[in-house]
């Protein structure tokens, strides 16, 4: 079995999970932009997403002889440890609820403040929680000057969703009287948008510009999920929601790997980290497949019902959600590697995941474009925060004694 030993391996670990997890989250906004029902996107994000920890069990886990203590994955499916397994899958089953949350979210808040808040809710609440059960190997006068900084944040991501909101609505409100097409007549394109906006018109031969009231609805046309004239609160909840699962996750699992509460009989080896995964995947997937289906047939939050057939033969973009139950895989499995070796909390640097995210989401998807001043000395403030947290969470790893 292979074992990350020492503190310069855990944190290249941590951070490849970094560019694994900022990653996924945008796929998921892709495909819903593009019009990709979610309950089709998460069903084929859970079985790649279960491969990949079935990936890591096979070859990392088994991987040479067995270590003291440490038997390979194969030995332990034998072995009486149910008692961490419950632990390992009740973490798949609070990282379920909280990505399928998540899915939502970034639609109706964005990508860049939806991974802020749910991160630093995680940090702040996790991270507070693993140094404890770790035995407090990491370095608290550093952890939790980090926390803090997550801490922050949270508000800080609250106030970028607020403003950007405002900046919508106001595009919204007034492009009415300013967009005419050619011709010098509004054009036939209307929207009758629940937050009171006017009647919207944009020229059918000229692609709109991103950050425009034009590029809004054009955007709202095509998107799965409607959010236009949304109730702020609405997505505000859904991600303090998700963030309070993802906080509870990390801790769970570490639980699971290093049996602090002494669950298992005298003589039992804890389970290893690609043990814990395998169950702690097995857990989420079971979930998110009965969610799933069953959302098919009966949607939330104003979606079109679906099918098992129409998601079977829906291949539009099946590759990219295929692809990012990949990311989200192998980026859980590097980090609870890290973690193993460096500490839980500081593997939680990888909850800077934001980063990532807010990059692909201003590339991408034109998120904060010709918002106002107010938006970007906001949004600027929230990315350096982070660019602090992650530093001093890192700095703050220390090493587990074996």
Same mark, same amino acid.
């Given at each position: ?5 020492d ?5 290249a670990?941590?951070?490849? $999970? ?47 002889d ?29 990282? &379920? ?8 979210a ?13 991160c ?47 900046d ?5 409100n007034g &492009? ?31 692609k ?29 909840g ?35 980290v ?10 989420c ?7 799933n ?25 099946r590759?990219?959600?295929?692809? $990012? ?11 609870f590697?890290?973690?193993?070796a460096?500490?839980? $909390?500081a &593997? ?22 010709q ?32």
């Open positions: 079995m292979y074992v990350v030993e503190k310069d391996g855990a944190i670990l941590m951070l490849v $999970a970094l560019l694994c997890l900022g990653t996924w989250p945008a796929i998921f906004t892709l495909l819903e932009r593009r019009g990709r029902l979610p309950q089709h996107t998460y069903l084929d994000y859970s079985i790649t997403n279960l491969l990949a920890a079935i990936f890591f069990a096979l070859t990392f886990g088994q991987i040479g067995r270590k003291y203590n440490m038997p390979n994955f194969l030995t332990q499916l034998s072995q009486d440890n149910w008692p961490s397994i419950l632990f390992a899958m009740a973490g798949g089953v609070v990282l &379920s609820l909280g990505n399928l949350a998540t899915q939502y970034l639609a109706f808040v964005g990508l860049s403040v939806t991974e802020v808040i749910t630093s809710i995680a940090v702040v609440l996790g991270t507070t929680m693993n140094y404890f059960l770790d035995d407090r190997i990491n370095k608290a006068e550093i952890l939790f000057p980090g926390v803090g900084c997550f801490l922050v944040a949270i508000f800080q991501g609250s106030a970028v969703h607020s403003s950007n909101s405002a919508n609505k106001e595009k919204l &492009s009415s009287s300013n967009n005419r097409d050619k011709t010098g007549t509004l054009t036939d394109l209307e929207e009758n948008l629940e937050s009171g906006a006017h009647h919207i018109s944009t020229s059918k031969t000229e709109a510009k991103a950050g425009t009231a034009e590029y809004l609805i054009e955007l709202e046309k095509k998107r799965s999920i409607k959010v236009i004239g949304s109730n702020t609160f609405l997505g505000l859904i991600v303090f929601f998700a963030g309070i699962c993802f906080s509870l996750f990390s801790p769970i699992f570490n639980l699971a790997t290093n049996d602090q509460w002494h669950t298992l009989k005298e003589g039992v080896p804890h389970l290893v690609y043990t814990a995964f395998f169950y702690f995947s097995i857990s997937f079971i979930l998110a497949i009965v969610l289906l069953m959302f098919l047939y009966k949607p939330v939050l104003g979606l079109p019902s679906s099918s098992l057939k129409a998601y079977v033969n829906d291949w539009n973009g590759q990219w959600a295929l692809l $990012a139950g990949l990311l989200c895989g192998f980026g859980n499995g590097f980090r590697m890290g973690g193993q460096a500490g839980y $909390a &593997s939680d640097a990888v909850q800077a995941l934001p980063l990532v995210c807010t990059f692909w989401g201003i590339v991408l998807f034109g998120e904060y474009h918002s106002s001043k107010k938006t970007y000395i906001l949004l600027v403030s929230m990315i350096a925060m982070f660019i602090i947290a992650v530093a001093v969470l890192v700095a703050s790893s220390g090493h587990r004694k074996t």
